[in-house]
């Protein structure tokens, strides 16, 4: 079995997340249905929470408040499955409840 990344995007002024809010019932019902797929999987808290660090090219960093980029979208959470492969990880993803959509990316294995 393969393992995806399934990055959760939503837009924050229609979906805000709120300290202490339980799980939206469509998620809880998604996560029940897939439970024998799902081997992790949490939200995040808001964009405006993140810092960003950057490689400046001196080699040294540029640390600031805020996401990488600016935008409505913003990444809200993700889930880590596993199957037998894209198809059947695309199946998956296209049942989770996301305002906005999805990303399903392969993880690659080191060894």
């Known amino acids: 079995m393969a393992k995806y990344l399934v990055l959760i995007f ?10 202490g809010e339980s799980i939206n019932p469509a998620y809880q019902e998604f996560m029940q249905r897939r439970a024998g797929s799902l081997l992790n999987g949490a939200a995040l808290q808001p964009a405006s929470t993140a810092t960003s660090v950057r490689r400046d090219g001196s080699g040294g960093f ?6 990488f980029a600016e935008s409505k979208e913003v990444l809200g959470g993700y889930f880590l499955l596993e199957a037998v492969d894209l198809d059947e990880a695309l ?21």
């Open 91 to 111: 199946e998956i993803a296209k049942e989770v409840p996301a305002g906005v959509g999805v990303e399903v990316r392969p993880v690659r294995m080191v060894s």
């Open 62 to 67: 540029s640390v600031t408040d805020g996401p």
């Open 10 to 19: 939503q837009d924050e002024t229609v979906t805000p997340q709120s300290e």
